[in-house]
């Protein structure tokens, strides 16, 4: 054996007769190795289902998922109708009602879900029969029953109701128009209105025309043999009749000819929801999709360039980031933040300057190291995953991929360089024609947004999507109608200033349903300004607010926390009881803006702002002089149902949006001079 001799000279080792290691310098990347995948089994049925099967004798359970793989449909006025289809699925068959579905489900411990676009199904593997034969009975024999046709219309609405209050869903959804277009599949938003026009044989109608076995990929993986899962699904899918599915092409949406900037407005934000995007005609599998994948990491990956600027350097929000999505019809690209109002131009021009940057400046290569090995470790993790063989099958099947597209992903992410990444930037960025669109103030922010329209413009839009013309859309009150006129009109409404100056105090029982639960909301006011609120279930205080005239607290099961500052400001104007009987005394301005449409009718638009300088954007019936809604930065509140209590009006139905959660509170009781006591609004820690 030779002998090895070890010499070392500062930081260099010699290795005599072998090799020389110099740990001063970095190491280069090695070999990017061909990946072997785990095989995944193929066969067809007679019907053109096509499967693929991963046997994985790990761990005893098996998954299923389905794809139904039809061209997107372009819904139009009755957009949410496949959605709902797929929600469908699951409530009833032929064979079983939906109690019946879910107690078998429950009965072998598994899940099943379902939607538009396909189901997945997981279970214990010795109970694959089972599994198998109720996914083919609910893909094959589904029935749709109005029951639940009405309970997910029901839902959907709610949902929605919840995400026109929600900025980043609302920039979602503008921005769907804004790439796509109103004419495109991807650009079509649901709306009341379109729920409206579903109807159930429009679902099914869509079901028997579009879910059929020769447009279907189905993955089956875990713990079970080939050729038994090869028999269950003869078995159990072999009867599902094929059938003609109509195909669906459409115009390639193009980026804007020059930059346009777009407006939600928000008038009680007090941030910005920026989205800069554009259509990216990015396939899947395409030959510079690795390229793409690692270009966008770069600029707007998890701790990417985009983080560091707007972020770290100038402190403007607490993250940015952008994604890059590819798409069989149409990809696109979308750069995202959240930011103060001053701070909404500045982040745009620095996002815009980072896509420019990325465009034009070749990316060191330490950096794209840096991200390739990101990619290339997330890769590798993905494959412990006996589901991600599975899902490189179907992609494989799906989008006709080279059979070792999968197998030899890290050799080609190693051959990425710094010239693929610029190729990939000025394919698919286009930063001077790109869509901005900024959710938020409108007055605080629409000047300084000029600068980067093309037009010279902004655009507004409401939260479905709608252009609009703001001077047409607030128009200006009688005249002789004033903010004072408005608030007496409002009084009187409710059973006018006499009335309203004997009230000493008030109590409002009021309930809500959330997640099975019945939820109390007790709210308890005395003159002149002392409130307390309390939330609670079954005899059982999840919380209490209150305040005693001077001091609020909250209490609540995490401990108590007293309130001060704006908070407090709040809260003692909020305790004021009927302020609006002597605005000035409290310090209240008054701002009337116009008339705006309210759900279909005319209301009074006013602000109301705060001595601490917060302001509640009041919306008031101009036929009635009610109050129907009221906005803060907090969310949106609709008051309806208003009834006659002793002489005195009260809204007995109020909706209350705040963030992606919608609450629906009815009214119990209004009890009103029932010589509340003092001590009910008492702070000591003993009290609660």
């Known amino acids: 054996m030779k002998n090895i001799f070890l010499t070392i000279i500062g930081s260099t080792i010699l290795l005599s007769g072998y090799a020389q290691i110099d740990r001063s310098v970095r190491p280069g990347p090695g070999f990017a ?11 067809v049925l007679d019907n053109g289902l096509k499967v693929f099967v991963v046997e994985n004798r790990k761990v005893p359970s098996i998954t299923f998922s389905m794809v139904f793989d039809y061209d997107p449909v372009f819904e139009g006025p009755a957009a949410g109708m496949v959605d709902m289809t797929g929600q469908l699925l699951r409530t009833a068959t032929a064979n079983r009602t939906k109690k019946q579905i879910d107690e078998e489900i429950d009965f072998i411990g598994a899940s099943l879900n379902a939607s538009a676009t396909d189901i997945y199904a997981s279970g214990l593997s ?7 034969e109720l996914l083919a009975d609910i893909i094959i024999n589904a029935r749709f029953e109005k029951e639940h046709f009405d309970r997910i219309k029901t839902q959907t609405l709610s949902g929605l109701a919840a995400s026109k209050n929600n900025p980043t869903a609302i920039a979602s959804r503008v921005n769907n128009v804004l790439l796509y277009g109103e ?38 993986v875990g713990d079970i043999k080939f050729d038994e899962a090869k028999k269950l699904v003869e078995k159990h899918f072999g009867y599902w009749k094929a059938g003609e599915i109509p195909s669906m092409s459409y115009p390639a949406p193009k980026p804007p000819l020059g930059t346009r900037v777009a407006i939600v407005d928000r008038p009680n934000a007090v941030q910005s929801t920026i989205n800069v995007s554009f259509p990216a005609e990015l396939k899947p599998g395409s030959e510079d999709a690795i390229a793409a994948r690692v270009m966008n990491s770069i600029l707007g ?5 985009l983080f560091n600027n707007l972020r770290e350097k100038h402190g403007f929000t607490y993250g940015a980031y952008s994604r890059l999505t590819s798409d069989k019809l149409i990809g696109s690209f979308v750069a995202s933040t959240d930011v103060r109002n001053i701070a909404t131009d500045s982040a745009v021009r620095e996002i815009l300057y980072e896509i420019k940057r990325i465009r034009q400046e070749i990316v060191p290569a330490d950096e794209l190291r840096l991200y390739k090995n990101e990619i290339n470790g997330n890769f590798a993790l993905s494959l412990e995953n006996p589901q991600t063989v599975a899902n490189f099958s179907l992609n494989i099947a799906r989008y006709k991929l080279p059979a070792d597209y999968y197998n030899t992903y890290l050799q080609r992410l190693a051959a990425i360089n710094e010239k693929h990444i610029n190729g990939a930037a000025n394919t698919y960025l286009f930063p001077d024609n ?18 980067f329209a093309s037009d010279g413009r902004i655009h507004y839009y409401d939260e479905d999507g709608k252009e609009y013309d703001p001077a047409n859309r607030l128009k200006a009150a009688p005249q002789g109608i004033t903010a004072k006129h408005v608030t007496q009109k409002y009084i009187q409404a409710i059973g006018g200033e006499k009335k309203l100056s004997k009230t ?5 029982n009021a309930v809500t349903s959330m997640q099975g639960m019945t939820i109390t909301y007790d709210t308890y006011r ?3 300004n002392k409130i307390k609120v309390e939330i609670g279930s079954g005899g059982t205080v999840f919380s209490k607010k209150v305040f005693d005239g001077t001091n609020g607290m909250v209490f609540s099961q995490m401990g108590n926390q007293p309130l001060n500052g704006d908070m407090l400001e709040e809260m003692r104007i909020q305790a004021i009881l009927n302020p609006e009987l002597d605005y000035q005394k409290h310090g209240i301005k008054q701002e009337l803006l116009g008339i705006e449409m309210v759900d279909g009718k005319e209301a009074y638009k006013m602000n109301i702002t705060l001595p601490h300088g917060k302001t509640i954007t009041n919306y008031y019936n101009a036929e009635s002089g009610l109050l129907i809604r009221s906005i803060t930065e907090s969310g949106n509140t609709d008051f309806s149902d208003y009834r006659d209590v002793n002489g005195l009006k009260f809204p007995f139905a109020i909706k209350q949006a705040m963030g992606s959660q919608t609450i629906d509170l009815k009214v ?21």
């Open 301 to 305: 990956g998890s701790t990417s360039r």
């Open 434 to 451: 790109a869509n901005i669109l900024i959710v938020g103030k409108a007055s605080e922010v629409s000047e300084t947004m000029k600068e």
């Open 668 to 688: 119990i009781s209004v009890k009103i001079n029932s010589k509340l006591k003092d001590n009910l609004f008492s702070m000591p820690a003993t009290h609660q």
């Open 526 to 528: 005395k003159a002149p």
């Open 504 to 508: 000493k105090d008030i109590t409002i």
């Open 183 to 220: 004419r495109h599949p991807y650009g079509v938003n649901v709306t009341e209105k379109s729920l409206e026009n579903i109807t159930i044989d429009m679902c099914s109608k869509f079901f028997e025309t579009f879910y059929k076995p020769n447009i279907t990929y189905m993955a089956i």
């Open 33 to 43: 190795p061909h990946i072997e995948l785990g095989e995944a089994k193929t066969f």
């Open 126 to 132: 010795r109970y694959a029969p089972a599994l198998t």
